[in-house]
């Protein structure tokens, strides 16, 4: 079993439409969690950076964390055909040495 | 800012050659990363390096080896290529490595034949 699971879509949804994008996780130290944005052919790009539980807004994005259940969500407001992207989670324990641990990634793609 | 970059951005190999794969970063960070990206995978990281002169191994180093003379430089080479490591290879950097963003470059992709 991975380590942190996240559906592969594609997920297709309207323009304007609310996106839900989650991922689960299994190591209950985890406890810094991200968001990465990767279009095609492109690298990763940082979207959302949290620490511990709660949420997160950053204009029409917001990350928000469940450590109780081990569940991580990026939600998008207003999607745009723009947003068409694979979304990357992203988490860590913090401390000493340890690297960042990657979900696979969701392909979204916003119809107009 | 040109962020970081990675060159070349495509390659083709035969099986048995060897190549090096290049990654320049203009932030001043300390912590450099090679990740292969393949489908259904995710990124799985092959080795990174915490400091000029260091590196150390990630999830899959098997069959690669890596440099870091310069701060801004981070190589990663393939003595023997195998069509096993056909893959899209990424380079990130980070101010520190465990609870610190990673910057990537746009990747080089490589077909080995």
């Known amino acids: 079993q991975k380590e942190v699971e996240q559906d592969p879509g594609p997920l297709s949804v309207p323009e304007g439409a609310i996106v839900s994008l989650n991922c689960t996780y299994s190591?209950?130290?985890?406890?810094?969690f991200m968001w990465y944005r990767q279009y095609s052919r492109k690298g990763p790009e940082l979207l959302m950076y949290?620490?511990?539980?709660g949420n997160k807004e950053d204009g029409r994005f917001t990350a928000q964390v469940d450590k109780s259940s081990k569940y991580i969500s990026l939600f998008i407001r207003d999607s745009q055909p723009s947003d068409s992207a694979t979304y990357l989670c992203a988490m860590t324990s913090g401390g000493g040495r340890r690297a960042l641990t990657f979900g696979s990634g969701t392909r979204l793609q916003v119809q107009p | 800012n040109a962020g970081v970059t990675q060159t070349p951005k495509f390659r083709v190999l035969k099986t048995g050659q060897s190549m090096t794969l290049l990654c320049a970063q203009d932030m001043n960070h300390e912590y450099m990363y090679w990740y292969r990206q393949d489908p259904g995978m995710g990124l799985r990281l092959i080795h990174y390096?915490?400091?000029?002169?260091?590196?150390a191994k990630g999830e899959v180093p098997d069959g690669y080896n890596v440099s870091r003379l310069k701060k801004q430089n981070f190589l990663l080479g393939l003595e023997s290529a195998a069509p096993s490591q056909t893959s899209v290879y990424f380079c990130?950097?980070?101010?520190?490595?465990?609870?610190?963003?990673?910057?990537f470059g746009d990747g080089t992709r490589l077909s080995i034949l």
């Open positions: 190591n209950s130290a985890f406890q810094y």
């Open positions: 949290t620490y511990s539980s």
């Open positions: 990130a950097s980070s101010l520190g490595l465990s609870n610190q963003p990673q910057h």
């Open positions: 390096s915490v400091g000029e002169g260091t590196t």
